[in-house]
């Protein structure tokens, strides 16, 4: 069971947006910075939020990132046939002195 | 560009041991914190390990505390797991990932494309 909880699946049709959530605590979430990862079917994890609401550079500005309290989202708009992946946040967690997951979310283009 | 080529994934019987290891380039690599993150087959990613650049500060999961062991040569620019007591649920594929910095706490940035580690008889 994953200390942070999102969703199990998100799903829009081509140039919508949707809303990925990532709950938390007062030990992980609202003290620590949130990242959020893009998984591609059979790929490894690729970076796509960092510090809450930072974009790397490549990651198309259809993607946003928030944090208030012991919560996160993850924001697509537009969405693209190649959107379609699975989703996880993370941070670090005070009380266990690790990394905590949530337990990731399919983006489904329909 | 960051590399990261992980190796030494194989086949071990319940209890047995493997060492893992990770080359990293295109980065100075003393100067970023590395850690190992594990994705069993169909689930979610596991966080196993992290160890800061100098190597003077390391964490573990409590699922593999006692039984793994991070480690860190950064004169040949290589990271290290050892696995002994391995378990059934141990089977994963085995992410070797950088860190944002040198402070073990600051996230993952790049990964490299794992090594599946099988535990089985």
């Known amino acids: 069971q994953s200390v942070l909880t999102q969703p199990p699946s998100a799903s829009g049709t081509p140039g919508q947006g949707v809303t990925i959530s990532c709950s938390g605590t007062?030990?992980?979430?609202?003290?620590?910075?949130v990242y959020w990862y893009q998984q591609l079917p059979g790929a490894a994890p690729r970076l796509l939020m960092y510090?809450?609401?930072q974009r790397p550079s490549g990651v198309p500005d259809r993607f946003s990132g928030s944090k208030s309290g012991t919560s996160a989202s993850l924001g697509i708009s537009g969405l693209r046939s190649e959107d379609e992946a699975d989703y996880y946040c993370?941070?670090?967690?005070?009380?266990?002195?690790?990394?905590?997951f949530g337990s990731g979310t399919k983006v489904i283009v329909l | 560009e960051v590399q990261l080529v992980e190796s030494g994934g194989g086949l071990v019987p319940p209890g047995g041991s493997l060492r893992l290891s990770c080359k990293g380039s295109?980065?100075?690599?003393?100067?970023?914190?590395m850690s190992w993150v594990r994705q069993a087959p169909g689930k979610g990613l596991e966080w196993v390990s992290v160890?800061?650049?100098?190597?003077?500060?390391?964490y573990y999961a409590d699922s593999v505390k006692g039984r793994f062991t991070i480690s860190r040569d950064n004169y040949g620019n290589t990271l290290s797991l050892q696995m002994k007591s391995l378990r059934a649920e141990d089977t994963a594929v085995y992410f070797c990932?950088?860190?944002?910095?040198?402070?073990?706490?600051?996230?993952?940035?790049?990964w490299g494309q794992g090594t599946l580690v099988a535990v089985s008889s």
């Open positions: 990932v950088k860190i944002l910095s040198t402070d073990w706490y600051a996230g993952f940035d790049y």
């Open positions: 295109g980065f100075k690599f003393s100067t970023y914190a």
């Open positions: 160890i800061s650049g100098s190597g003077d500060n390391i």
């Open positions: 007062s030990s992980n979430i609202e003290n620590n910075f």
């Open positions: 510090r809450n609401d």
């Open positions: 993370a941070t670090w967690d005070d009380s266990q002195s690790g990394y905590v």
